[in-house]
């Protein structure tokens, strides 16, 4: 019995240590990957505050980009946390298929928007982050299973003909506020830059979450999803905190160049805030349905499908015009 432990213990410890050696056998197979370099050797749009070196060198080959995944680099942790949350929310669309019939049922659409727009966010993080924009679906994808699952009656009679339709307008207002603060006019101050990426995307979430203040308002512990709606929420406002505030870089400014950034945290919350949000309309999805039902009726959801359609050409229409901008902006840098 002892052997046979000690063997288990052996082979666990050999793995740990192939583990430990790949980063190692990675840079030994790809030789020619050049190293990082400091915030003064990459253009002021490529640059975070606080941050002084850890900078993949521009104007790389493509497979450059894609084995970083493995580098020790400033944005390796912002690539690993929503690459991460994209496997577990394709584990959690997975457990979903058992129980929710996302074919025939239509007023299971909305939950499967969400779930799309949550997988669609945290994929084009992690080539946002790998390949160095972010997806303002995930921001529809709120509205709609909030405004479908979690409203009630009284709600419902005064938003009902506008909700779904300001929601989309919002969301493109918030990627292009994203957009513009992030690639366009970096010699205006931070803090408008900052405004201009924080305020559309609060704005859109505080819309959002409306139909469910009221519940949050006057919650009952016999509510089985309140808890998780209670938590979306203080996972959003810490969200909008550490996107705000880079708190620890500031505190130790080059200290957080690889581990320790308010971006990674900020990803980790994020994604805490989205688990937090599908678990809560699916326990809407399961236990109201017999009010939801009386408020929508069929055509509703073919609706909304057609809305989140017009919200994604919008929103690719507009990352498309920044990244037009951006490449004026490298051609007059260059």
Known sequence: MATTVMES?????ISLQQIRQFPQLLTDAAPSMPGTVRDTEVP???????????????NQNWRYYFLSLFQRHNETLNIWTHLVAFLVLLIKLCQLTET?????DRHSWPLLILVLSSLTYSAFSVVAHLLGGKSDLYQYGSAVVHFYYAVDESVHGLVSGIFMPT?????????????????CNHSLPTWVRKVCQVVPSALAYSWDISPVAKRLFFWSSSDPAIIYHFGQVAFFLSCAFFFTCPLLE????????????????????????????IHASYLDFVGRRKLYSSLHGSGDVVLFVGLYVVTLIMCVGIAALM????????LQEG
């Open 100 to 104: 929710v019939d996302f074919i025939s």
């Open 167 to 183: 929601a989309a307008i919002l969301s493109c207002l918030s990627c292009l506020g994203c957009c513009y603060g992030k690639y």
């Open 323 to 330: 990244l037009r901008k951006v490449k004026q902006v490298k």
């Open 44 to 58: 002021s749009y490529f640059r975070e505050r606080y941050v002084c070196t850890g900078y993949r060198p521009l």
């Open 9 to 13: 213990i052996g082979r666990v410890f």
């Open 250 to 277: 500031r505190c130790f400014p080059g200290r957080c160049d690889f581990v320790g950034q308010s971006h990674q945290i900020f990803h980790v919350f994020l994604s805490c805030c989205t688990l937090c949000q």
